[in-house]
């Protein structure tokens, strides 16, 4: 792939090539690097001692910085096929055509966003004959979709701002909502007596959640003239957010006719 750039020693150059040379050649991504190739997307790999998430995507310019767990060149490199799909297929492709029209934050904060970013990553693994990344969220994908996406925002914190074009049409309103299930559930977790580390970790995530979704609800409501709340309806009606629902949808059918086939 042109325009990539792998910051490491010879063995993470040789996985990441190993890879995405493996993602070429599985014949399931075909669109995704011949879209990445028209947009000239500079893409740099390298890999992050002691970073917790998988991948995080930093952009400037005209370019993107993956940063890659240190973890996926030993214990979990088998997994790299899949994150590369996630983060680079998934969200680098898409928020470059957003950027080129001037509608990135709007994807960036869409549902479908990180949906098709996922199916993408699972589409990878099973296309690969790998053991899927993240198998039980797949399970519930798999089992209940639309509950999957309308969950998935109480999740974590890295998904707890995601709106649908549905809910951008009433983004106050729907965080508002989300807010006080969130809340609900944090008293609700304190009066519980699971096991100990358990609760900590849910509630530190709920914590983090809490925070985010009154800290963007306190934004909106000091903007003047509901500027937030009056862009993002017309926003998400953009051709790129069409464009990327539309995608999704196909990529989703071409992931449950793998998942009838069944995986481990």
């Given at each position: 792939m042109r325009n990539l750039i792998v910051r490491g020693n010879s063995l993470e150059q040789d996985i990441v090539d190993d890879a995405l040379q493996r993602l070429s050649n599985s014949g399931l991504f075909v669109t995704e690097f011949r879209d990445l190739e028209m947009l000239g997307i500079e893409l740099t790999v390298e890999f992050r001692e002691g970073q917790i998430e998988d991948g995080l995507l930093i952009w400037h310019n005209?370019?993107?910085?993956?940063?890659?767990?240190?973890?996926?060149?030993?214990?979990?490199?088998?997994?790299?096929?899949?994150?590369?799909?996630?983060?680079?297929?998934?969200?680098?492709?898409?928020?470059a055509k957003a950027m080129r029209e001037n509608v990135q934050t709007a994807v960036h904060f869409h549902l479908c966003n990180e949906i098709n970013a996922h199916i993408l990553g699972w589409l990878a693994s099973i296309g690969l004959g790998?053991?899927?990344?993240?198998?039980?969220?797949?399970?519930?994908?798999?089992?209940?979709?639309?509950?999957?996406?309308?969950?998935?925002?109480?999740t974590s914190p890295h998904y707890v701002l995601l709106l649908s074009t549905k809910e951008m049409q009433n983004a106050r309103q729907v965080l508002q909502e989300r807010l006080n299930a969130l809340a609900t559930e944090w008293v609700n977790l304190r009066s519980e007596s699971p096991p100990v580390c358990n609760v900590n970790a849910r509630e530190?995530?709920?914590?983090?959640?809490?925070?985010?979704?009154?800290?963007?609800?306190?934004?909106?409501?000091?903007e003047?003239?509901?500027?937030?709340?009056?862009?993002?309806?017309?926003?998400?009606?953009?051709?790129?957010?069409?464009?990327?629902?539309?995608?999704?949808?196909?990529?989703?059918?071409?992931?449950?006719?793998?998942?009838?086939?069944?995986?481990?």
């Open positions: 005209d370019g993107v910085r993956l940063g890659l767990a240190r973890r996926y060149t030993h214990i979990d490199k088998e997994h790299l096929p899949y994150l590369l799909a996630h983060e680079v297929f998934g969200h680098a492709l898409w928020e790998i053991k899927p990344r993240y198998r039980e969220l797949l399970l519930d994908f798999h089992i209940n979709p639309d509950e999957f996406k309308r969950e998935l925002p109480y530190n995530r709920l914590a983090e959640m809490i925070r985010l979704v009154t800290r963007t609800i306190t934004n909106f409501e000091a003047p003239n509901n500027e937030s709340e009056r862009w993002l309806p017309e926003q998400s009606r953009c051709a790129v957010i069409q464009d990327l629902e539309d995608t999704s949808r196909i990529h989703e059918h071409t992931l449950r006719a793998l998942l009838e086939r069944g995986f481990e």
